[in-house]
């Protein structure tokens, strides 16, 4: 089926001179792959050895020549200073609370801290105890803080931190009331999942390597389980293929291992993948310590549930797609699950779909959303009744409940010009009070005078695409504004509404902010989502192009002031965006974006995406990854936008090379004369909780688009 020739056509990288960098010149090689009949050049092929030194150095060239350009910029150093003192400004900032046997744990940023350091208290109201800082803990090493895990009695915790955004986990214990590490040392790590009931030992990730460039790092990846004390190399593999190879486990997804603390009875274990039907498995508890455990289906894809799962005592509650594409809430029982009899808990709703529900002591807290706004919902679980919840104002809502044995909750609810704000919420009254965790975060004066609005478009087939448009107050619409087109659109991902304080800081400065929300997200439920799909695909880069002519026919932006941008799986969006219409653009960013279809499942995080995007490997799938493939469909002699590509050299799940290549062939091809820079975060991954990283990537970028659409404030320094 598959054909490859390798021959190196053109040999040469450029050299500095006199220290000053120079755009690198960049080989082709004769690579090509052939599917089912059809041939598929490749000539930067050779960038994806990105461990051997010549790509190596084909990265470093162009990640300093593209650093002495964006150097020589007004506004970005401006908008580092001024994102920096907003956060100065805040409340510290507390996220990622869990909760046991009394004590809360948590993740705080103070104001103007870059990095948030591990705490807890003993009770919501009791005083404050540090544990960790993942700063200061190894001396010359960046690290972030990637999970917090208590043990159930409270007495320990299982910390997970890995370094420059790389994703891969450092596992420590350490006992909360000595704040001594446990001699227990786990590396690499995907993370912890669940302590064991009796808080002797904890199940993680097993991955084969820490090496994120490596395509064969994350398959197989099995479950083991820990005993405190016990030597590594004798942890248990729990669950995988390997132990339980009658489940044909697919190589590509992460099985996993989880236990419920409102159903003690049972154990459970899945694989995950992109793949949002859950496939599920479960065994009573009193077989966790058997050599062999009589796992049952508890789900598979074709019982189509997806979104939310949740078990209490002996029944489970899920949402399904299943004859309800704006899906809805049902449940079953764990001594004879049967969803195809489940009993219909929420029904679907015509014009709302169900977003996610969570549960706490006597309820399921559920929300549904109109599209752009969402809305809260309760279920009795004695009386069996379903009444509304009215909240204090519209946006996107956030809900958790720390201990499920209560009723108290915590409520957030954020949007485009309203910041995050967090509320006490009293299930049982629906009272709602001031957070005792977070309080409300502040704003500078100029960001009150952002407006929002809500429009649809008719798209390329006359689909009417939603769109968000977030403006200053008084802005002309004379085709004057410079304007950014942030796109996303896959995995059934909505557009949600939320407060960016990055972007804002644009808004303030007259730029106009397009939010579309394009098909292969789920704004209009799982029928939206599928539309943008493998193979209707095409449709999420359409739906962005027809929000851009509706921007500049409003008078809200002009082509030589439009810039667009799309990162991770939006480097789809973008890449085809620009390449199927070249003219519309004055400006691209590629951020740590899929530019490489056809080459996506032979990276490290590639195999388990293939539910999403398709395999090469299907002739229909392969027709389609060529479609979405931004380096395929570059054509020499193209005078393409201004492009921007960022890569995060540690990132496990867009290898810097995809949009690496995209830039070598948009350098080569683009006869606008406009630049192409690839810029390179040897300090990051696809994303990393570090601020001054965040801030100093996003400000090269905002500029970097903002320079090419003609905008005063971010010209070349005189």
């Known amino acids: 089926?598959?054909?490859?020739?390798?021959?190196?056509?053109?040999?040469?990288?450029?050299?500095?001179?006199?220290?000053?960098?120079?755009?690198?010149?960049?080989?082709?090689?004769?690579?090509?792959?052939?599917?089912?009949?059809?041939?598929?050049?490749?000539?930067?092929?050779?960038?994806?050895?990105?461990?051997?030194?010549e790509v190596e150095t084909w990265?470093?060239?162009?990640?300093?020549?593209?650093?002495?350009?964006?150097?020589?910029?007004?506004?970005?150093?401006?908008?580092?200073?001024?994102?920096?003192?907003?956060?100065?400004?805040?409340?510290?900032?507390?996220?990622?609370?869990?909760?046991?046997?009394?004590?809360?744990?948590?993740?705080?940023?103070?104001p103007g801290e870059n990095i948030g350091k591990l705490y807890f208290r003993q009770g919501i109201n009791g005083q404050e105890v540090f544990l960790f800082d993942p700063k200061s803990y190894i001396k010359g090493k960046t690290l972030t803080l990637e999970s917090a895990t208590p043990s159930y009695d409270g007495k320990k915790i299982a910390i997970g931190y890995s370094e420059q955004g790389a994703e891969v986990t450092t596992i420590k214990v350490m006992d909360v009331d000595t704040k001594k590490f446990l001699p227990d040392s786990i590396y690499p790590s995907g993370g912890v999942m669940n302590w064991t009931f009796d808080n002797k030992g904890f199940y993680y990730m097993w991955i084969k390597s820490a090496d994120n460039k490596d395509p064969e790092s994350r398959l197989n990846s099995k479950t083991k389980l820990h005993i405190l004390g016990s030597a590594i190399s004798s942890d248990v593999d729990f669950f995988s293929n390997a132990s339980y190879p009658e489940l044909k486990i697919d190589p590509s997804v992460y099985p996993f291992v989880s236990l419920s603390e409102d159903s003690k009875n049972y154990i459970f274990s899945g694989v995950g993948s992109v793949q949002p039907e859950l496939v599920q498995y479960y065994a009573p508890i009193s077989q966790s310590g058997a050599k062999k455990i009589q796992w049952k289906q508890l789900c598979s894809a074709s019982d189509k549930l997806v979104r939310g799962f949740s078990v209490i005592g002996d029944d489970a509650f899920a949402v399904t797609h299943n004859n309800a594409k704006n899906y809805k809430l049902i449940a079953t029982s764990l001594k004879n699950p049967d969803w195809n009899k489940a009993a219909t808990i929420v029904a679907e709703k015509p014009d709302q779909t169900l977003e996610y529900f969570i549960n706490c002591k006597d309820y399921l807290l559920i929300v549904h959303s109109d599209g752009i706004n969402n809305h809260l919902s309760k279920y009795n679980l004695k009386t069996k009744v379903t009444t509304s919840v009215k909240l204090p104002f519209s946006g996107t809502v956030g809900i958790s409940c720390m201990d499920t044995?209560?009723?108290?909750?915590?409520?957030?609810?954020?949007?485009?010009?309203?910041?995050?704000?967090?509320?006490?919420?009293?299930?049982?009254?629906?009272?709602?009070?001031?957070?005792s965790l977070n309080k409300p975060p502040v704003i500078p004066a100029s960001?009150?005078?952002?407006?929002?609005?809500?429009?649809?478009?008719?798209?390329?087939?006359?689909?009417?695409?939603?769109?968000?448009?977030?403006?200053?107050k008084g802005t002309k619409l004379d085709g004057s504004n410079a304007c950014l087109l942030d796109g996303y659109g896959a995995y059934g991902m909505s557009a949600t509404p939320y407060f960016d304080v990055l972007l804002n800081a644009l808004a303030v400065k007259g730029v106009v902010i397009g939010l579309p929300h394009v098909r292969g997200g789920s704004e209009k439920g799982q029928e939206w989502y599928k539309a943008g799909y493998k193979t209707t695909k095409p449709n999420t880069w359409k739906d962005f192009i027809s929000c851009g002519e509706y921007l500049i026919a409003k008078g809200y932006t002009s082509k030589s002031k439009l810039a667009g941008t799309g990162t991770s799986a939006g480097g789809i969006l973008?890449?085809?965006?620009?390449?199927?219409?070249?003219?519309?653009?004055?400006?691209?960013?590629?951020?740590?974006?899929?530019?490489?279809?056809?080459?996506?499942?032979?990276?490290?995080?590639?195999?388990?995406?293939?539910?999403?995007?398709?395999?090469?490997k299907d002739s229909i799938e392969c027709k389609a990854l060529y479609e979405m493939d931004g380096v395929q469909h570059v054509v020499k002699g193209t005078k393409y936008p201004a492009v921007l590509c960022v890569g995060g050299w540690n990132d496990p799940r867009v290898v810097a090379w995809e949009p690496g290549k995209f830039a070598a062939a948009m350098q080569n091809a683009s006869s606008s004369g406009k630049p192409v820079l690839m810029k390179v975060n040897y300090d990051n991954g696809h994303f990393t909780q570090d601020k001054n990283v965040t801030f100093a990537n996003f400000a090269d970028q905002f500029a970097f688009v903002m320079w090419q659409c003609g905008h005063p404030d971010f010209q070349p320094k005189k």
């Open 405 to 435: 044995k209560s009723n108290s909750c915590q409520l957030g609810i954020t949007s485009w010009n309203k910041p995050y704000t967090e509320f006490n919420y009293d299930a049982v009254t629906d009272g709602l009070t001031p957070s």
């Open 574 to 616: 973008i890449t085809r965006a620009i390449t199927d219409r070249p003219d519309l653009f004055a400006a691209a960013i590629c951020n740590v974006g899929c530019a490489n279809a056809m080459r996506l499942e032979f990276g490290a995080n590639g195999p388990v995406n293939t539910p999403e995007f398709g395999t090469v």
């Open 447 to 472: 960001f009150k005078e952002l407006q929002v609005l809500e429009v649809e478009v008719k798209g390329h087939d006359g689909v009417m695409v939603p769109l968000s448009i977030i403006f200053k």
């Open 59 to 110: 990265f470093k060239q162009q990640a300093d020549y593209t650093n002495s350009i964006l150097n020589k910029l007004s506004g970005r150093d401006e908008l580092i200073a001024q994102w920096k003192e907003i956060d100065k400004a805040q409340p510290p900032r507390i996220r990622a609370v869990s909760y046991e046997n009394g004590r809360i744990f948590y993740r705080k940023t103070m």
């Open 1 to 53: 089926m598959k054909k490859i020739l390798f021959l190196i056509l053109f040999t040469g990288l450029s050299v500095f001179s006199y220290g000053q960098p120079t755009l690198p010149a960049t080989k082709t090689v004769d690579a090509k792959d052939t599917y089912f009949g059809v041939t598929y050049n490749d000539p930067y092929r050779w960038l994806e050895s990105i461990e051997k030194p």
